[in-house]
Structure formats: structure tokens, C-alpha cells
């Protein structure tokens, strides 16, 4: 089991920016993939982002796509969200999450892909 430790929530207004962090305990994490989630209140947990194990190719949802930039940092066993022109309905908890699978070749969207998750971060963005 790998700890996540999400880092970097906190309450902006709408235009905003902010960065988060990821830090996983596994020396296996720069094999595996990494995604970040988020619930809403009432709402179900959606994909936001992922990025391949090597950073070489990254998705995002519609919805965040050109506002949000997901990268890693391998030697820092770490892996980041900026998220740019934050709008009040990114309002959630953010979670990210690391891949079942070593070397996966494509992008991991669905949560059963993932096999750890962190604890979550909460963003709150006011109108």
C-alpha cells in the first residue's frame, strides 16, 4: 500500500490560482501512473487529471482542460496539480491516486485503475 499526502487546498476567489502536491511514500511511484480526483458535495468523484509514469503524456477532463497542468517530479517522489483561473464550481475535495500497474502505456482515467489514494485536500473557490 502506498501513502499519498495531498497538500495545497485551501480557499481562493474565483480567478485564482493554486498548486497542489502529492507526495508518495513508494519507491515505486516513478513507475506508475498518477491521477488526481475530486468530489463535490452531492456529487460523485470525477477524473480530473493523469499523467503516464514517465510525465511524457498527460489527460485532463473537459472541464479543467487548458485551466490545469498536471506534473511530476520523479526524484521528489512527488507529483503536482496547477490549477489556473479556478471557477467556483472547482469547488471539491481533491484526491490523487496512484496507478494498480507498473509502465502502464496509456492514460489512467477510471478509479479502479488506481489501487492507493490520499486523504484529500479541500478547494474551496468563492464567486
Known amino acids: 500500500q502506498v501513502l499519498l499526502v495531498e497538500s495545497g487546498g485551501g480557499v481562493v476567489q474565483a480567478g485564482d490560482s493554486l498548486r497542489l502536491s502529492c507526495a508518495a511514500s513508494?519507491?515505486?511511484?516513478?513507475?506508475?501512473?498518477m491521477g488526481w480526483f475530486r468530489q463535490a458535495p452531492g456529487k460523485e468523484r470525477e477524473f480530473v487529471s493523469g499523467?503516464?509514469?514517465?510525465?511524457?503524456?498527460?489527460y485532463y477532463a473537459d472541464s479543467v482542460k487548458g485551466r490545469f497542468t498536471i506534473s511530476r517530479d520523479n526524484a521528489k517522489n512527488t507529483v503536482y496539480l496547477q490549477m489556473n483561473s479556478l471557477k467556483p464550481e472547482d469547488t471539491a475535495v481533491y484526491y490523487c491516486a496512484v496507478d494498480r500497474v507498473s509502465y502502464r502505456r496509456t492514460i489512467a482515467t477510471s478509479e479502479g485503475d488506481f489501487g492507493s489514494w490520499g486523504q484529500g485536500t479541500q478547494v474551496t473557490v468563492s464567486s
Open positions: 513508494a519507491s515505486t511511484f516513478s513507475r506508475q501512473a
Open positions: 499523467i503516464t509514469w514517465d510525465g511524457r503524456n498527460s
